[in-house]
């Protein structure tokens, strides 16, 4: 399976010159965790809410918190250093990038640098269930297998 299969091609992105509270009322709206950044219509970075909670001013009051936040320019706080795959990348290579790095997604771009979709952890965890479904009513030895082979488990690095 590739990226494409699993992406998510609705994307909702933010142009880096948005403010801060925009980031922050499209997170709560749309329940999503990464907004990747554009500009003309290129990936430019990726704006996570660990980093709007980072943003709070330590001791404002709420009236002191909106108005930083409507000052701050995304471009501030977004992430540029970030990895990104294509539609036809491996699945597999696209989950043990997730994983090895603790990322929550990846942006997923084309040749030009344009975004096409995202494809984030709770993709795969999606993607985990069905297949547990899918083996659990087909092919139950199947899943014996897959338990065995994980050993009750993988070790955790949280």
Partial sequence: MKVKDLMTRDVVVLHANSPLISAQEVMGLRRVRHLPCVEDKKFV???THRELLRAYLPSGSPLEQKMH???TRVRELMHTD???VSED???TVAAELLRDHKWGC???VDDEGRLTGIVTDADFLYLARVTIELLAESEPSLLDTLRARLGGGTPSDA
Wanted: hydrophobic share 55%; charged share 15%; aromatic share 0%.
């Fill in 45 to 47: 970075g990726l704006i």
């Fill in 69 to 71: 936040a409507s000052r």
């Fill in 82 to 84: 970030v990895a990104t």
């Fill in 89 to 91: 990348t491996e699945l």
């Fill in 106 to 108: 990846l942006p997923v």
